[in-house]
T-cell receptor
C-alpha cells in the first residue's frame, strides 16, 4: 500500500526567508502527487499537483514543488515566506487513476517576524 | 456560499449518543468522501462513495456508518459515540472526469465526545 512521509512535524521560518517542506512517498509506480494547505479553522485547499510532464510544478500563492523519481520525493518550496503562509501543509498521493488520496501527517509552518 | 458545506461545524456530545454529520455539495461531483483528522496523523479515510448506489469502507470505518441520500448529500453517523472519536471530520468531493482525482474539502466538523 502506498504511504506518505512528512519528516518535519513543525517548521519555523522567518518572514522573507525561503521554505522547503519535505515529502517522501512509497509506491510502486509514479503516483499522482498533491500538496494541500490548511489554514486555522479552514478546510484543505489544493496548492498544486503533479501527474506527468515537467517535474517542477507551480501552484498558487507562489509555491512550487519538484518531483524527483529517484528519491521518491515531492518537496514543496517557496522563495520568500509571508506571515500569511503560517498553516499546516499536507502532502498526498493517489495511485494513477486518482480516486483515493493517502495523506501524510502534515507539517505545521510557523512564521516569525 | 461554500461548494462543500458541512453541518454542524462544531458539536459536543456525550458517550453513547448517536451523532450525524451532514455534507452537501453544489459542485456536481459524483464522488464523496469522509475523512477524519487527528493531530500528528494527517487525514484518514473513513468511507467513500462513487455514486448514490456505491458505498465503500475506508481505512478506519469501524464505529461509523454513512448514507448517500442523493448525489449532493453524504452523511456520516456515529451510532454510539465514544471519546476517541473526538476529532475534526472533513467531507470532500472529487470529479471522476478529472484524471488526477484531486479532492475539494468542506470546512470541517469538529466533534467532541465527553
Amino acid at each position: 500500500a502506498q504511504s506518505v512521509t512528512q519528516p518535519d512535524i513543525h517548521i519555523t521560518v522567518s518572514e522573507g526567508a525561503s521554505l522547503e517542506l519535505r515529502c517522501n512517498y512509497s509506491y510502486g509506480a509514479t503516483p499522482y502527487l498533491f500538496w494541500y494547505v490548511q489554514s486555522p479553522g479552514q478546510g484543505l485547499q489544493l496548492l498544486l499537483k503533479y501527474f506527468s510532464g515537467d517535474t517542477l510544478v507551480q501552484g498558487i500563492k507562489g509555491f512550487e514543488a519538484e518531483f524527483k523519481r529517484s528519491q521518491s520525493s515531492f518537496n514543496l518550496r517557496k522563495p520568500s515566506v509571508h506571515w500569511s503562509d503560517a498553516a499546516e501543509y499536507f502532502c498526498a498521493v493517489a495511485p494513477t487513476g486518482g480516486n483515493k488520496l493517502v495523506f501524510g501527517a502534515g507539517t505545521i509552518l510557523r512564521v516569525k517576524s | 456560499d461554500a461548494d462543500v458545506t458541512q453541518t454542524p461545524r462544531n458539536r459536543i456530545t456525550k458517550t453513547g449518543k448517536r451523532i450525524m454529520l451532514e455534507c452537501s455539495q453544489t459542485k456536481g461531483h459524483d464522488r464523496m468522501y469522509w475523512y477524519r483528522q487527528d493531530p500528528g496523523l494527517g487525514l484518514q479515510l473513513i468511507y467513500y462513495s462513487f455514486d448514490v448506489k456505491d458505498i465503500n469502507k475506508g481505512e478506519i470505518s469501524d464505529g461509523y456508518s454513512v448514507s448517500r441520500q442523493a448525489q449532493a448529500k453524504f452523511s456520516l453517523s456515529l451510532e454510539s459515540a465514544i471519546p476517541n472519536q473526538t476529532a475534526l471530520y472533513f467531507c470532500a468531493t472529487s470529479d471522476p472526469r478529472t484524471p488526477t482525482g484531486e479532492l475539494f474539502f468542506g470546512e470541517g466538523s469538529r466533534l467532541t465526545v465527553l
